[in-house]
């Protein structure tokens, strides 16, 4: 079959490697769309030790059913299915309690398993749930993304989030925006510093678009709020600047939600989360409940996962790293098709 391959550091290539068969519990998927992550940009481009050359990477999938398990029972060839990106152990005490999605035992494609960024993946069968008919490959591949920011507006549902700030208008910045909007009725201000990802967030809905080169966004925010600031803000950049903006421009008693991972170490002011009772929320992946929800707004038309994407073929792969890596213009999110 052929597989975008991460052989080692600092190489991608498009190759031939043989498929093995699925396991018992285990289905053969034949991959119609997988989505770039900017996870694996990271991995690329900072040789990250997470994921350890050689690998196929790639975890955002779709595809039809190619081959079953012996095992394997609920499912037939040719289904039409969406995978999560993670696979629980199902037994662990996160597991149990049911935060699948932390699982200490969880296992992610294209990192600790091979990945989708190929014509057949294997996918244990309790990892699968249908694809709707009537979404295109391109949108359904991106139902783990926007499932994100179903997680979020989940993990903040005990906050009013009458007004919002996205910081980063990249992938899960966008989809985190439509949910809100979308799930919660909430007026989102987007932050960012490309005016091309400005323009599409507003083209999405966003109440206001703040490029920080021109305006300080937490101004923004206060100046928007009579001076309180945000009910909740989301930095899906995860640079140390914007973990500082996210708590300067949160009011008292909001939350913020960490979810880019740009930067590891920031320092803050523990006062302005202390004495104004601020709540600093990291947030993981989402839960297979909440991919069905994704897969259910999208079908519905209520969130846009395609007007903004790029289609490129498996063979183009290398292509698609690069362009998006560069990002450039409008090139904010790739969908690779075996």
């Not at 109440?207 to 600031?229: C, F, H, M, S, Y």
């Not at 994407?309 to 890596?325: C, D, H, I, S, Y």
């Amino acid at each position: 079959m052929r597989v975008l391959n991460y052989p080692e550091f600092d190489r991608l290539e498009v190759r031939d490697l043989d498929a093995t068969p699925p396991r018992p519990d285990e289905v053969s998927v034949r991959v119609a769309a997988c989505g770039l992550c900017g996870s694996e940009l990271e991995t690329f481009k900072n040789h990250s030790p997470r994921r350890q050359p050689p690998l196929v990477m790639g975890h955002e999938f779709c595809g039809v059913i190619a081959q079953l398990g012996a095992e394997v029972r609920g499912w037939k060839l040719g289904a039409r299915v969406v995978s999560n990106s993670l696979v629980p152990c199902g037994r662990c005490v996160r597991c149990e309690r049911g935060d699948t999605h932390l699982c200490a035992q969880r296992q992610i494609f294209g990192m600790h398993r091979p990945g989708a960024f190929a014509e057949f993946v294997n996918v244990p069968a309790r990892c699968l749930i249908p694809w709707p008919e009537n979404l295109p490959a391109e949108a359904a591949a991106l139902a783990e993304p926007l499932a994100n920011g179903i997680h979020v507006v989940n993990l903040t549902r005990h906050l009013p989030a009458a007004t919002a700030l996205v910081l980063g208008a990249g992938p899960i910045g966008l989809f985190c925006q439509q949910a809100l909007q979308v799930l919660r009725g909430s007026r989102v201000y987007v932050a960012d510093l490309s005016p091309e990802r400005l323009a599409i967030a507003k083209k999405l809905g966003a109440a206001g678009v703040i490029n920080p080169r021109e305006q300080d966004a937490a101004k923004v925010l206060l100046a928007a709020t009579g001076g309180e600031g945000a009910d909740l803000v989301v930095d899906a950049v995860g640079a140390s600047v914007t973990k500082k903006t996210s708590l300067e421009a949160l009011r008292p008693g909001g939350a913020t939600v960490w979810i880019g991972l740009h930067e590891n170490t920031v320092t803050v002011d523990s006062y302005n989360i202390t004495l104004p009772e601020k709540q600093v929320l990291g947030t993981y992946a989402a839960k297979i409940e909440e991919l069905a929800h994704a897969l259910e707004l999208m079908a519905s038309g209520k969130v846009d996962a395609l007007t903004w994407v790029q289609r490129f073929p498996l063979e183009a792969g290398v292509t698609a790293f690069n362009r998006m890596l560069a990002a450039k213009g409008a090139d904010i999110k790739a969908v690779i098709c075996p």
